[in-house]
């Protein structure tokens, strides 16, 4: 199971540290992704990265202000959000799988989401 947690309300331009808690299985060895949906829109790949924490991959919009990484030992994967934007403002989820894509239907596990909201 995935438990993604730190969602909040944050102004634009602020910072937040989501965090992906994996259960049940080891996910070690599988890549991590971080995803989100607005309302009304379709569920939109944000980020992901590697099993080995060495290859990480961006949306163009998030490129340079989110930063996803892992830390194995504690099965937990994070999404490093700074200079939040109005158009952040979404759910985030996490997923697990054994290829990266930017294709939900790719990712075999997800967790519940958390909500995140940017205000102006």
């Known amino acids: 199971q995935l438990q993604a947690s730190g969602g909040g309300l944050v102004q634009a331009g602020g910072s937040l540290r989501l965090s992906c808690a994996a259960s049940?299985?080891?996910?070690?060895?599988?890549?991590m992704a971080w995803f989100r949906q607005a309302p009304g829109k379709e569920r939109e790949f944000v980020a992901a990265i590697r099993w080995s924490g060495g290859n990480t991959y961006y949306v163009d919009s998030v490129r340079g202000r989110f930063t996803v990484s892992r830390d194995n030992a504690k099965n937990t994967v994070y999404l490093q959000m700074s200079s939040l934007k109005l158009e952040d403002t979404a759910v985030y989820y996490c997923?697990?799988?054994?290829?990266?894509?930017?294709?939900?239907?790719?990712?075999?596990?997800w967790g519940q989401g958390t909500q995140v909201t940017v205000s102006s």
């Open positions: 049940g299985r080891a996910f070690s060895s599988f890549a």
């Open positions: 997923a697990a799988g054994r290829k990266i894509t930017d294709i939900s239907d790719d990712w075999e596990y």
